[in-house]
């Protein structure tokens, strides 16, 4: 009889099969999630359809600058002309006319400056405040603000230029910023990514610490609103940039129009008589107008793609 000791010694046997080797373990199924998606043939036509559309003005606009006056009614649109002339375009673009293009130029960056920047920060604290705190009338605001977001900025520009009329600000620079820092689609994104982006915890553990309300938004919730304040600042730099029917009615001196009304006021004068044709400008102009809202997009796009995915993965 053995002892107790020797028996639990003894292995327990494991069965095997007729070869005497252990059975295999069963390799797990790939997951539903991971199989390869499928082609759609039709998104891919329509997205190439939709790139061929944003490329061929672009690459027009390319080619147009490199031709001279003559040479843009003497060749074709998407091809060279005879005579490469894009810095003489250029070195002429920025000397005409005494050089005003500069001078529309810094109207543009002062705008821009003052008016997107002005308006992303008012945004910023609109957004922050209506997201993270409590107080009568909250559900009105909303409503104003999604309102606002669906009545079109041109529709605005009559009665805003009447009401600046009255207070004598027409033809001012202050015309063109003032109204720009009214962004309620701004305000609207500010709100949605606030809430998202900040834990409410996180700001109740800063009070529990003793910090301001003022050091608390400053210290722990504007660094989590970074892709957002970019997102804002770029959707609000390009609206002003591209702003034109506002400072059109606004502004009657030539010095102070912004690069947008001052191309158009060059392509005018090939209608006036005895009027310049300098359709070489304009386009030239154009081309040095996007360049700096293309370098904008490039050096920010990270920023912008994910303020833009914010909220969109739940855990």
Do not use: C
């Amino acid at each position: 009889m053995s002892s107790p000791a020797t028996t639990a010694s003894k292995p327990t046997p494991v069965r095997a099969g007729s070869s005497g080797q252990a059975p295999r373990l069963r390799t797990p199924r790939k997951a539903a999630g991971r199989r390869r998606p499928r082609r759609s043939v039709l998104l891919t036509v329509l997205t190439g359809l939709v790139l061929v559309y944003s490329l061929v003005p672009l690459i027009w606009l390319v080619i147009s600058s490199t031709k001279t006056q003559e040479g843009l009614a003497d060749s074709s649109g998407l091809w060279f002309g005879d005579h490469f002339a894009l810095w003489d375009n250029v070195r002429e673009t920025f000397t005409y006319n005494d050089g005003v293009f500069v001078r529309w130029l810094l109207n543009t960056l002062l705008y821009v400056g003052l008016g997107a920047g002005g308006a992303t920060f008012l945004a910023v604290l609109g957004g922050y405040a209506l997201a993270k705190f409590s107080f009568p009338g909250k559900r009105a605001v909303f409503a104003v603000v999604i309102g606002a977001v669906a009545v079109p900025t041109t529709a605005l520009a009559v009665p805003t230029f009447l009401m600046f009329s009255k207070m004598g600000l027409t033809n001012t620079p202050w015309a063109v910023i003032i109204p720009s820092l009214v962004s309620p689609f701004g305000l609207y994104l500010m709100w949605v990514f606030a809430t998202e982006a900040i834990p409410t915890e996180l700001l109740e553990a800063a009070r529990i610490d003793g910090a301001s309300e003022l050091r608390t938004f400053f210290r722990v919730s504007l660094p989590l609103l970074a892709p957002g304040i970019v997102t804002v600042l770029l959707f609000t730099m390009v609206a002003t940039w591209n702003n034109y029917f506002l400072p059109l009615i606004m502004l009657k001196d030539p010095d102070w129009y912004p690069l947008t009304v001052g191309l158009n006021s060059w392509n005018a004068q090939a209608q006036t008589a005895g009027g310049d044709v300098v359709f070489n400008l304009v386009i030239t102009g154009s081309l040095i107008t996007i360049l700096p809202l293309i370098v904008a997009f490039l050096l920010l796009q990270k920023y912008w793609q994910s303020g833009l995915a914010a909220g969109s993965v739940k855990e």
